[in-house]
């Protein structure tokens, strides 16, 4: 075993409180490592409260903890800890490592030296047990853990050698081999094993030496390998390999040996002489020498022993292998012969090579050429990206200097639009005092226009009177424009005044003012008695008013009100929004934090205007916010900024009982409000929930050591359906977690036709179950954007059932399918489900089918989805596409009138998309095939204007019959086809009448 090898088991042993206290000092984050290490958070808490204690004394009451309550606690997992991001303790983890490859040098031995010292202690049971150490030393020369010289010296006959002396030549054989290859040591093992005196031994061995060598260190051990050489040498290397068997089943070594002198001549006589007076071990020494001398003796050998019943199966074994040694000297000479040939090969290469020289040389000056034209041209390049640095940095230079000016500009606007805000609140009360002053002035003018209009009745009924007495009179009158004429006071009449003359001498109007002139306009032309008499009319209505002091009538003319305090506040507020969101940007980064480390989906921002209420339905991300009208002072305006995560650094407390239940949602706002708004967050736990089973969490949007610590949230929360309401203020990260055993989650199985025929990849997804919006993004930018989707479904563990499985091993197996796994088990973990945070693909297969015929559309696969409540199993049918494109349809012919239903679905939807169907027509389709304009309502709100999602939706409901499907035709080919034509979508209704006919 290496020193790494060791060294890697040694992190994987626990350690102990004394060397975690001593070499551990991680005092001030020890509730983090604690977290880290899965520990109970109310132990930490716990510990945490102890009075009296520092950081250090914590953190060795946590280390206590871990050990005593973590049965696969490991010096790796203090060292992965340490390394964590959250953590921050690389340096410590560095030195502490130090030292543990200190402590290990200390008490580290070699494989080498364990494996000596476990056959040393087992020398003097083996001394003991050994009874045939020559029977033994033969099956250790076919391992090659003894050489031949041993095995010599073992069969050699010698009086004098006593058996303790054999006993001590084969065990100190035994020690030199497992000094050079201590690996050799499970072979001895094995040898030992076989021999029923020294079996119990060699157990002991075999398991002193797996527990002190690994088993990955004992698969490098070198196995009997082909002797690289002569044809001897090869020879002799399969008489070695079947020595033991060879002799255990010569029972009669001295015919053997009269076969092997007589008829092949083999051995000689003195050798045929000591068969006969010693043993079998001669007559192998004799046949191992024959053989080193020429390997066709072998073959001889063979011969004779295929005369043997007993030896028959053992000279097979032989000969086979020795087949192989003719087979190469066969293929060798071949090669021989063919030299010849090469060597010719080898001339008309070599002057093709001259040739090619010739042809490289004239190309090398050519290339030379070309550099030098390169380099050129390289020179003008490095001016030309001179000239590009230099024009980029004055354009650099001169945004820069635009930025400043810009910065200066919009701190003046901003200085502006304080003042503006100071004038606006001035002119509030301005518009009070304006209203009270124009109220005062509209009062003293009706007055005074009660006292006019009384004043001109009168003169309107003098003038009556006079009207009347000219037309008595019958007295030519003639009306002059602007005459000068003189009143009774002998002054200057003024022009515009109406004046008769009668018999030379002139007669005027008492008034002459200007307010008369307006009521009566004279024309400058003169007047007839006609015309005047056509304006009478227009005299005559001063008579229909009658005016008394004590109740005078005046005409009704609309009262004058002040604006409102509230009116006016509200025009305020109103100008103030209006200027805020045409004028003022505001810069978000202010008050937005950039939230390093989450991955953010989805993000909405908006304003809020004091004094108005607002409501945010954000249901594709499954988020509701309702904001009052008093959430903010009248005239504020602040921006909210909503952003959705699922997965970053979020420390959560208590995982094993608490599991994610949403996605996290970070409120950012410019302004603090003064009174709470209402928050809802969508949850995925199905079925009846209260709120003991149910926690919101919440972290502030600054990271600690790079990681976001979430805690309970202490206020009140009510559930209601798919919803925690619960009201805030203060904005930070907020989820929602459940006690409850989450069982339902959502599944996707994507297909995928490869360019090869016949063969397809598959891929079942199963995933949290989130909102439509949150599922969509998670999806986006994965691999699956070039695979096509077959099916969605959810997915519904056991009771109980903590993994599923997707079994696509058919029992018995299926006839020309070929199925096979991308890893192995295809499974998902219920615990890692509920923590995940990306789409990740455990259940990956390939399906290929390699029979001579074509496939059939009723080839369905069914594979057991095992640890599932729903669905019990995955059905695939590749034959439906054509391996060449997704787009060519290869189904089998269907019969008219045949009933549809839910699992004719893909065909349907296939044969569609083949078709080139306008998806946007989806409505259209449905309502002609029997759907209700509300569901199809309910469809388009649910898959956010989707065509294609609505399309399959309708296409589900429809084969489900619902509405007035069955008047319309029912879920047949004929009612699709009919509904396509009266859309006109006739050329598809055409393909699907090809298809079923």
Known sequence: ????????????????????????????????????????????????????????????????????????ASRRQVLDVLRIRVVGENTLADEYEKHLKELHETIYMSPSTEAVSILQRNIESLNEALVSPVQVSQLLYCKRCISEATLDEMERIDQRRSLDDKKTTLLTAMQETVSSDYRKLKDIA?????????????????????????????????QPQEV???????????LRNNYSALSQSITEPVRVAKWLHEEVNLISDEDLSCVMSTSRAVLLKAVRDAVHSNYKHLELFVTVLRKFSETTHIGDTIFEEYKLILLKKLYLSDEFESIGKLQTLLQN???????????????????????RETESRDEEIKELKQKHENLLKAKEESFAKEVLVLNEQASQMKEELSSINNELKRSEGMSLALGLFMKDMYLESNEELKEELQAKCKMSRAKDAEIEMLKKENKDIKIHAEPTVFDDTGETAQPGSVVCVHSGSAQYSSESSTQESKALPISKEPLSVTETREKEPALDQCQDLELSKENPKTEKR???????????????????????????????????????????????????????????????????????????????????????????????PDLKTWKPASAVYWISSSKEFVNPILLGIWHNVKGSVNSSSIKVLTAEDTPQNMSYIFNEF????????????????????????????????????????????????????????????????LFDGTQYEDWILDIKFDVKFEENSKILELIITPDPPLENWIIRGRINPLSYHKDALQSQGHIVSNM?????????????????????????????????????????????????????????????????????KSSS???????????????????????????????????????????????EVDKNGGATWEALMDALEKIEQKPVAEKIKDYID
């Open 558 to 652: 609309p009262e004058f009100k002040a604006p409102s305090t509230a009116a006016i506040g509200f025009l305020y507020t109103t100008f103030i929004v209006l200027l805020v969101a045409i004028c003022w940007q505001p810069d978000p980064s202010i008050f937005i934090s950039s939230l390093p480390g989450v991955e953010v989906i989805a993000s909405h921002k908006f304003l809020v205007a004091g004094g108005q209420s607002s409501q945010l339905h954000w249901d594709e991300y499954g988020l509701m916010l309702d904001i009052p009208s008093d959430a903010l002072p009248c005239g504020f305006v602040a921006e909210v900024v909503i952003r959705v995560s699922v997965s970053g650094p979020y420390v959560y």
């Open 714 to 777: 202490l206020g009140d929360f009510t559930v209601k359906g798919s919803y925690v309401y619960f009201k805030l203020t203060g904005f930070s990260g907020k989820k929602v977690v459940t006690s409850l055993d989450v069982r339902n989650f959502q599944g996707s199985l994507f297909y995928k036709m490869s360019d090869a025929g016949n063969k397809w990849k598959y891929s079942l997804v199963i995933y949290n179950s989130h909102t439509k919006g949150v599922t969509r993004s």
């Open 190 to 222: 094995t040898v030992l094993s076989d021999v029923e005196q020294t079996r119990d031994i060699a157990n002991e061995i075999m398991t002193k030496y797996e527990e002190t060598i690994p088993q990955e260190d004992d698969s490098t051990v070198v």
């Open 349 to 371: 290469l070599q002057e093709e090579n001259k040739r090619l020289k010739a042809i490289i040389i004239q190309k090398e000056e050519e290339m030379i050429a070309v550099e």
């Open 917 to 963: 169907f306008d998806n946007s027509k989806w409505s259209d389709l449905g309502l002609k095939l029997g759907l209700f304009q509300t569901r199809l309502n309910t469809i388009k709100s649910d898959n956010s204007q989707d065509a294609k999602a609505c399309l399959g939706e309708t296409l589900g409901k429809w084969l489900n019959r619902v509405d």
């Open 228 to 238: 690289v050489g002569g044809n001897e040498d090869r020879a002799s290397d399969i």
């Open 1 to 72: 075993m290496s020193f790494d090898r060791a060294f890697d088991a040694f992190l994987s042993s626990p350690p102990t409180i004394k060397e975690l206290t001593g070499h551990v000092d991680a005092s001030t984050n020890w509730y983090i490592i604690g977290t880290m290490l899965d520990l109970d958070q109310k132990r930490l808490r716990s510990i945490e409260a102890l009075a009296g204690h520092t950081d250090t004394h914590k953190m060795i009451e946590m280390f206590n903890l871990w050990l005593t309550t973590t049965p696969t």
């Open 844 to 912: 990956r297969f390939d399906i290929h089918w390699n029979g001579s015929s074509d496939l059939l559309t009723d080839d369905y696969l069914n594979f057991p989805l095992k640890g599932a409540e729903y669905p019990l199993s995955i059905t695939a049918n590749p034959s439906r596409i054509d391996h060449k494109t997704s787009a060519n349809i290869s189904f089998t012919k269907k019969k008219r009138g045949i009933k549809l239903d839910i699992k004719d679905l893909n065909d349907i939807d296939l044969i569609l």
